[in-house]
């Protein structure tokens, strides 16, 4: 998110910082190799890009993580018109329909292994 608010703040001029988003991006991506083909948010990045297939440190996702993702994978994908970025993210929606909601609100924290609830802790902000 850093690195394309930097790159919107010249104005679009220093595309290196749009180079490191993509590469950062390009890196987190197989963190949405899950079941639900929701990203964990809890991933091991390997030095060598042929090992990157989802060595997650745990299977869990908290809302706000997954939410940060669509905005800004959704922008990468406009910056750069690989609309990969963006569907890789927009996965969680139809996950989060099926899910269905408990008076509007959702989990806190999703197992996307199992893709359940992890908690019924249910918040407006972070958890805490």
């Known amino acids: 998110g850093g690195l394309l608010s930097s790159y919107h703040r010249t104005g679009g001029k220093e595309k290196g910082?749009?180079?490191?988003?993509v590469q950062l991006?390009?890196?987190?991506?197989?963190?949405?190799n899950t079941t639900s083909k929701v990203a964990?948010?809890?991933i091991v990045v390997p030095r060598d890009?042929?090992?990157?297939?989802t060595t997650q440190t745990e299977g869990k996702a908290v809302l706000a993580e997954v939410g940060t993702f669509i905005m800004?994978?959704?922008?990468?994908?406009?910056?750069?018109?690989?609309?990969?970025?963006?569907a890789s993210a927009m996965r969680f929606m139809q996950v989060a329909r099926a899910m269905g909601a408990m008076d509007g609100t959702y989990c806190s924290e999703l197992d996307i292994i199992r893709v359940k609830c992890n908690n019924q802790h249910r918040t407006f902000g972070g958890p805490s």
Do not use: S
């Open 72 to 86: 800004e994978f959704g922008t990468l994908a406009r910056d750069t018109g690989v609309r990969a970025y963006e």
């Open 25 to 32: 991006a390009d890196n987190l991506m197989y963190a949405f």
């Open 49 to 53: 890009p042929e090992l990157a297939n």
């Open 40 to 42: 964990t948010g809890y």
């Open 17 to 21: 910082l749009l180079r490191l988003a």
